[in-house]
T-cell receptor
Framework: KTQVEQSPQSLVVRQGENCVLQ??????????LRWFKQDTGKGLVSLTV?????DKTSNGRYSATLDKDAKHSTLHITATLLDDTATYIC?????????????FGAGTQLIVIP | DMKVTQMPRYLIKRMGENVLLECGQD?????MYWYRQDPGLGLQLIYI???????SEGDIPKGYRVSRKKREHFSLILDSAKTNQTSVYFC????????????FGEGSKLTVL
């Protein structure tokens, strides 16, 4: 059973618009949550890591929140650019070290059009 | 340079042939991983290595084996490839006790005919 669900599956926005990507999970324990960006045909690139209950992070135009009570995270992208076109992957770690397992979502495919 | 390098990037093999996928990292990370990515699914862990000759099965190890003789190098081997092993394979590395950066390679696309 999939333990990390991302929505929407795909999303089309116009350049300059904002968008919000959702991640719901059932992983227990939930030590930390990561968001990655994957360009087509490329590897995953880390955007942010959230560790604590109600954590919020910001990385340029990317900002993320984590609600551990609700087992839910959001990734906000403001003023989208054409280069933001990619798949965004939510990953939940069940331990604070490599001894734990990482649980990957299937990703949200974001397409930014002119 | 903080990079994970995978070779080859693209590979076509016939069913029953052997496959060697190689991965290198220049960050002295203890931990290295092999994942596969299939359409519509999250990445699935094949093997994890905690250091030289310290390897553990992941969630889908059947049909695969690994080798780690140097800290910076981790190989994935398919003995007698099957068509259902057609996939994109990703190598990653990190420090053992770190929730910080996890670095991925660019992927190796394997097609088994």
């Amino acid at each position: 059973k999939t333990q990390v669900e991302q929505s929407p599956q795909s999303l089309v926005v116009r350049q300059g618009e904002n968008c919000v990507l959702q991640c719901n999970y059932s992983v227990t324990p939930d030590n930390h949550l990561r968001w990655f960006k994957q360009d087509t045909g490329k590897g995953l690139v880390s955007l942010t890591v959230l560790v604590h209950e109600n954590d919020k992070t910001s990385n340029g135009r990317y900002s993320a929140t984590l609600d551990k009570d609700a087992k839910h995270s959001t990734l906000h992208i403001t003023a989208t650019l054409l280069d933001d076109t990619a798949t965004y992957i939510c990953v939940v770690g069940d331990r604070g070290s490599a001894l734990g397992r990482l649980h990957f979502g299937a990703g949200t495919q974001l397409i930014v059009i002119p | 340079d903080m990079k994970v390098t995978q070779m080859p990037r693209y590979l076509i093999k016939r069913m029953g042939e052997n496959v060697l996928l190689e991965c290198g990292q220049d960050m002295s990370h203890e931990t290295m991983y092999w994942y596969r990515q299939d359409p519509g699914l999250g990445l699935q862990l094949i093997y994890i290595s905690y250091d030289v000759d310290s390897n553990s099965e992941g969630d889908i190890p059947k049909g695969y084996r690994v080798s780690r003789k140097k800290r910076e190098h981790f190989s994935l081997i398919l003995d007698s490839a099957k068509t259902n092993q057609t996939s994109v394979y990703f190598c990653a590395s990190s420090f053992l006790g770190n929730t910080g950066q996890l670095y991925f390679g660019e992927g190796s696309k394997l097609t088994v005919l």
